[in-house]
């Protein structure tokens, strides 16, 4: 059935569902109670869900997990991870032990400057504008003082503002560009409000330039808002050993494991096709990071993969090399985190994330992400390069199949000590099931 309503978001929450069951589900009860198991009992819980979004009507499970055993930097890291997919915290627990053996992760934060920009039109003399903006600018920043001042207090604020023309793509397009630094929040408020007010001054003010002619006095502000592109908001993750040292798999000797590494690496750099699916391996690392922080993964996403094209090509964001007898794999990507603010300081499972991470400030957190994508994309390459993805992902996935045909304990016990020894499939897995309860019946 097609169905639409207006006034949906002033009815209660319970209203709201009454609708959705009546309207789109053939039994009405069965999916009432599906929606409410997933409520919280606690209702001052369940109200700071409600309240998180608009039309609430349950919550979304993620299932957090941990990777212990990080050394980054000298010091040891359990890094909380929210994801759905299975073998993502395996293979980062897996990668988390390998290297501490060797030295652990070396991280460094390169940049913290972040970007805001006001999109307008003016169509008259350049030199007109020009001077009118370097006549304008301290205006802008002192306009801003009321939001600025706390930041400005800790260290931060407004950095510079630019004027930048961009009639080459757009006839009579340009731009107030702005740079920020927001220490521990990631700023995405703190920006929008920056650049709102300079946008209300530099619009305003123009009325009163003698500069400019009655028509270039006519500026009109397209929008105003932050960039999730920060490459200049850049965090650098490394591993490196010795090529003998990376000796670990029986079937493969370290040097041409190293060979076959390097050779994924490069053509994950030269190849988009494989570009993709090699850096996904390493958002699986960082979402689940960033999700579980009460970061905004969608910023970093969008940030992460326009980086990956920087130069004209989509291509890998980790690289690789072996010089000496030394390999090493690194990473530099740009990450917008937030310690403060936002979520952080509102949902209980993001608090304690933190806490684990021993109260991270924004930089330190941008080097935790940072080297759960690498260590994630160790992992992947690795199975890649050796057993294959298959065998580890599929040894995770097991219960998941498991879950699907309805196993009882018991099944499931005896078909988990089963494919300890027996090369997990789908279609195994299935057979292994049929025969269990067929031997049961029998
Ligand atoms: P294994 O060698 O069979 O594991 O690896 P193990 O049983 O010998 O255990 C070794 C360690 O692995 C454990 O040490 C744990 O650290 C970890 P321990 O705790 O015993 O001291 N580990 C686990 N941690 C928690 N729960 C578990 C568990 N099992 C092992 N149940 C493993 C198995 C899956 C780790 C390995 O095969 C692996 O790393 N595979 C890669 C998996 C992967 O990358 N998954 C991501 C999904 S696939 C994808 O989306 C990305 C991809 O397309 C990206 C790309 O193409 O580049 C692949």
Not at 23 to 30: A, G, I, L, Q, R
Not at 191 to 216: H, P
């Amino acid at each position: 059935m097609c169905a639409s309503i207006s006034g949906f978001s002033k009815l209660s929450k319970s209203k709201k569902i009454d609708w959705i069951v009546e309207t789109y589900f053939s039994n009405t009860e069965d999916a009432k109670r599906i929606l409410k198991q997933y409520w919280n009992t606690n209702d001052k819980l369940q109200q700071l869900h409600d309240e998180f979004i608009e039309n609430t009507i349950t919550n979304y499970y993620l299932p957090l997990g941990v990777a212990p055993n990080f050394l980054i930097n000298g010091k040891i890291y359990t890094i909380p991870m929210a994801i759905e997919e299975s073998s993502v915290v395996a293979a980062a627990s897996k990668a988390a032990k390998f290297w501490m053996d060797r030295g652990g992760f070396k991280t460094k934060v390169i940049s913290t400057t972040k970007i805001g920009q006001v999109h307008f039109m003016y169509y008259g003399n350049i030199e007109n504008l020009k001077n009118y903006f370097n006549h304008i600018k301290s205006r802008l920043i002192d306009d801003a003082k009321p939001i600025t001042k706390n930041m400005e207090k800790r260290g931060g604020g407004i950095v510079d503002i630019e004027l930048r023309n961009k009639t080459q793509d757009i006839k009579g397009y340009y731009q107030l560009h702005a740079s920020f630094e927001t220490l521990d929040a990631m700023g995405a408020n703190f920006i929008n409000s920056c650049l709102e007010q300079f946008a209300k001054t530099f619009k305003n003010e123009a009325l009163n330039f003698e500069g400019f002619s009655e028509q270039e006095k006519n500026i009109q502000v397209v929008m105003s808002i932050l960039s999730n592109y920060v490459p200049d908001c850049l965090v650098h993750a490394e591993v490196s050993c010795k090529v003998e040292d990376l000796n670990e798999d029986k079937n493969i000797s370290a040097e041409e494991f190293a060979t076959k590494f390097v050779q994924a690496v490069n053509i994950a750099e030269v190849e988009p096709y494989r570009a993709v699916t090699h850096n996904k391996g390493i958002m699986n690392g960082i979402d689940a990071v960033v999700l579980a922080t009460g970061n905004d993964f969608r910023a970093v996403e969008a940030g992460v993969h326009a980086y990956a094209s920087r130069n004209g090509k989509y291509s890998s964001l980790s690289h690789t090399k072996i010089e000496d007898g030394i390999f090493t794999f690194w990473m530099e990507i740009p990450l917008a985190l937030g310690t403060i603010g936002g979520l952080t300081g509102l949902h209980p499972l993001v608090k304690l994330s933190l806490e684990l991470l021993h109260h991270p400030t924004a930089k330190e957190l941008m080097q935790i992400v940072a080297v759960a994508g690498l260590a994630q994309n160790f992992a992947a390459l690795r199975s890649l390069t050796t057993t294959g993805i298959q065998e580890g992902h599929m040894k995770m996935h097991l219960m998941n199949i498991l879950n699907q045909f309805g196993a009882t304990e018991t099944e499931k016990a005896t078909l988990t000590d089963h494919f300890k020894t027996n090369l997990v499939t789908h279609t195994a897995v299935v057979e292994a099931i049929k025969d269990l309860r067929f031997k049961k019946n029998d």
